[in-house]
């Protein structure tokens, strides 16, 4: 599959949205992570194109896409979108910013959503509370507003790896094009320029009412705050369940692509033959958040 020759573009109330559509089937929408854009999903692209329609969007800002020039929302861009295809209601899956795009979509356009899976987040309200990823966010910020992108690009893998590990410990192909995509995005944009995205606010207070199943999809290796808010999302919602693959970080996606893909496309399965309804939870004991908990600056947007 050559995905830069599939790409094409919509043209939206702000400017051109660039996004993959490729297989046939029922509709599955796959929303990248910060920084990146479609290509993110180079591991899961021709095996669920083999049974399921793929849109794969560069969110606004990001890749092809273009950038904001008045205020938006990330699910109202996603939602102008599948309307323009006529392909809702679709299944969202969606990794760190893509996952609150996701939760923030099914809870402002319901009618547009069949299924949602997170990976690397909960909804728009949760906050890193680790001192490791707040001084991750304020080496983004420093560097970013230096105008250093090596620093920033530096910064960026280090959360690719994680707390834990080094980024000489991933296989060097991920964080290769991790690096030349976010490199792309963050060349279209300048120190200083106003962050117009609008955050949708009050989710947590809103999940229970979502009444399409749910399933999160996360990494061991992930801080403990984050692994409790995702399970609480898979408990909160009226179908959801939670899933952990061992030994990885925020990408599991990237670093055990076989795992990753065999639970979604299970979970997808189960949609169509309504057996996706499940309230079990894998459960895992997670710790406390450390001394940083009382703070919460910084959303997980990648």
């Known amino acids: 599959m050559n995905a830069a020759a599939d790409v094409r573009f919509f043209p939206s109330s702000d400017g051109d949205l660039a996004y993959l559509d490729t297989g046939s089937g029922d509709p599955v929408v796959l929303l990248h992570s910060g920084y990146v854009d479609h290509r993110f999903w180079h591991r899961q692209i021709p095996a669920l194109a083999a049974g399921y329609r793929v849109i794969a969007p560069d969110v606004r800002g990001h890749g092809s896409s273009a950038n904001a020039s008045r205020h938006f929302r990330w699910a109202d861009d996603l939602a102008e979108l599948l309307r323009h295809l006529d392909a809702g209601p679709a299944v969202l899956v969606g990794l760190s910013m893509g996952g609150v795009i996701a939760t923030d979509t099914v809870l ?17 309200d949760f906050r890193y509370t680790d001192c490791w990823h707040k001084g991750l966010q304020s080496d983004y910020a420093r560097t970013l507003g230096a105008g250093d992108i090596e620093g920033w690009l530096d910064a960026f893998l280090r959360g690719v790896a994680g707390e834990r590990r080094a980024v000489a410990d991933l296989d060097p192909d991920i964080p290769r094009r991790l690096r030349e995509m976010a490199l792309r995005t963050i060349s279209k944009h300048t120190p200083g320029e106003p962050d117009r995205h609008v955050p949708v606010t009050d989710s947590w207070p809103r999940v229970a009412r979502i009444d399409v199943p749910v399933l999160t ?20 919602v009226r179908n959801g369940r939670a899933e952990v693959v061992e030994g990885v970080g925020h990408y ?28 079990g939870l894998r459960e895992r004991p997670v710790g406390g958040a450390g001394n940083c908990a009382t703070s919460h600056d910084g959303a997980a947007v990648g």
């Open 108 to 124: 402002e356009h319901p009618e547009l959503v069949r299924a949602v899976v997170t990976c690397g987040a909960a909804t728009g």
């Open 217 to 236: 999809i996360n990494g061991s290796l992930e801080p403990a705050d984050l692994l409790t808010a995702a399970q609480r999302l898979a408990h909160e």
């Open 252 to 279: 599991p996606n990237l670093e055990k692509p076989e795992e990753f893909n065999a639970l979604l496309l299970a979970f997808l399965r189960g949609l169509q033959t309504g057996s996706s309804k499940s309230a």
